[in-house]
Nanobody, 125 residues
Framework: EVQLVESGGGLVQPGGSLRLSCAASGFTFSSYAMVWVRQAPGKGLEWVSTIYADGGSTNYADSVKGRFTICRDNAKNTLYLQMNSLKPEDTAVYYC??????????????????WGQGTQVTVSS
């Protein structure tokens, strides 16, 4: 059974940092690109970042580029999202998702087949 379990969310002040983790199991983690997506209150899903299966390439939404860093540890079957210089508009539930392939941008939800339960990130003073 495929499982994705996010952790690391919480309340942080503007300008602060958080690191999200996504523990994966039930599939060959090192064979699939992984993504982070988020959903702000009252809004639709927004793709945040993608990392290729081997970690060799990453992509970011313009809204987070230069502030967020995606990485993965294939030995630990874990995906990460380091979020720095957080802004109130980053407030959202953050989800990790398994893509359908090894490499690619994977901007669209139809390209994911498994999701985690999400972790809440709130940026507020």
């Amino acid at each position: 059974e495929v499982q994705l379990v996010e952790s690391g969310g919480g309340l942080v002040q503007p300008g602060g940092s958080l690191r999200l983790s996504c523990a994966a199991s039930g599939f060959t983690f090192s064979s699939y690109a992984m993504v982070w997506v988020r959903q702000a209150p009252g809004k639709g899903l927004e793709w945040v970042s993608t990392i290729y299966a081997d970690g060799g390439s990453t992509n970011y939404a313009d809204s987070v580029k230069g502030r967020f860093t995606i990485c993965r540890d294939n030995a630990k079957n874990t995906l990460y999202l380091q979020m720095n210089s957080l802004k109130p508009e980053d407030t959202a539930v953050y989800y990790c998702a398994k893509s359908l392939g090894y490499s690619g941008s994977f901007y669209y939800t139809r390209e994911y087949d498994y999701w985690g339960q999400g972790t809440q990130v709130t940026v507020s003073s």
